[in-house]
DNA sequence: GAATAAGGGGAGGTACCCCTCAGGTTTACA
DNA sequence: TGTAAACCTGAGGGGTACCTCCCCTTATTC
């Protein structure tokens, strides 16, 4: 199952687990609103918790973007379940990928946190190498399906994740809508009936996850 | 003319004139590398040249990057003259983007300074401006010879320089020409055969600005 | 060669942010 | 109710970056 995030061992104490959820909750916040480089003394501070009992609670910021995301994971996994249940492959593609950017779309940090990657952490790994297989199995049906092109490859998808998330950093607060014209547009690019030739092949895996990882040294 | 950048004052002192030039080198590499944000005290000290220096010669980030993105801007004004003057509209278009891009993808400062706008500077206010104007016109001829679809809108190749800027952050190091596919597969999306109906409308010329402003301050 | 204006240097103030640790506080449990 | 373990606090060390200002240096000009 792609979104079993493993538990951070729950603390004993009445007044830790208050302090730890009210720090999950600050975190949502401000990882929503700031994107995963948010402000660990600004969450505790919003928190009303001192920047030690942060740490004591989550080590590393890796451990509270994961509590913190759980629920969009989560989001996301129920509208994907619905999707692959959709008869018709190409219906199915779209509503998968519209479910994908409707999460991505409401929170900035689950946004960043969908196009990159964290290596050395096996927990994202993890979590990302499903959603990899998942994102491509829903590709290959539409495609064997002959209804999307068949020189389109998980690469591809994942290069409209990343400027779906550029789109919603630029219009999140102004037009919050905009990135479901940019997906139908997309789509029209990835009808099988409207393909053109490509001029260069897609990124093999190794380079896109070379990418990935880029994308999170550079900021 | 887009790219006549306001000369800032030339230093009197031979001295001067050679510190001047050496900033301005070293402001090139380290924009062209990390970005508008690059440190200012890198830039000098790659210049070999104290904080004060630099700052006596460029007051703001700002002027540093007018004066480092000149040739960027000649750069892509030649490529843009040649495109319109081709016959064919479309490939005009083709040729317009692609010119763009290259660019766009030869230096992550550039890049950055496409996206975004920087209200209260009416140096680059300005070439914005034309810029945008340019672009219109480049897509309207394509769509009065019916070659291009006629719903989309100059804000939706706003939208495509975003994502294709994405693109080249997480690429660049990578997959140096992936942009091309990208940019193919989108151009596949603005052909006007068998266009299908968008389900938002484009972004008004407001809210594509604030967009513009708002990538800036989010960083 | 002296006077002077232009230019250069860089320490230091401000503001973030990360993360640790010693010492004080509170809960839970017997 | 008393004690031990769990927990909390926040000052403080380390880092980065921005920008200013005063004093010193140097090119130029006569």
Excluded at 5 to 28: G, Y
Excluded at 45 to 71: C, K, N, S
Excluded at 126 to 148: E, F
Aim: contains cysteine.
């Amino acid at each position: 199952m792609i979104g079993q995030v493993e538990q951070t061992r729950m603390p004993r104490r009445r007044d830790a687990i208050e302090r730890h959820d009210r720090l999950v909750a600050a975190a949502q916040q401000e990882f929503a609103v700031r994107g995963v480089n948010a402000s660990l003394e600004a969450i505790a501070r919003d928190a009303g918790v001192a920047i030690g009992t942060l740490y004591r609670h989550f080590p590393t910021r890796m451990d509270l973007l994961l509590a913190a995301f759980e629920p969009r994971l989560q989001e996301f996994l129920e509208g994907a379940k619905l999707s692959i249940e959709i008869a018709d492959p190409w219906e199915g593609f779209v509503s998968y990928l519209e479910n994908l950017f409707r999460v991505q779309a409401g929170d900035r940090g689950f946004n960043d946190f969908l196009s990159r990657r964290f290596p050395g952490n096996a927990e994202t790994e993890r979590i990302h190498d499903q959603m990899c297989l998942h994102i491509a199995s829903v590709l290959t049906r539409a495609q064997k399906a002959g209804q999307a092109r068949s020189d389109i490859r998980l690469a591809d998808i994942v290069n409209l994740i990343w400027s779906n998330g550029r789109m919603i950093d630029a219009t999140g607060t102004t037009a919050p809508n905009e990135w479901r014209r940019h997906l139908y547009l997309m789509l029209d690019a990835y009808r099988a009936e409207r393909a053109h030739p490509l001029p260069e092949p897609p990124m093999t895996d190794e380079q896109l996850y070379d990418a990935m990882v880029h994308l999170g040294n550079a900021d």
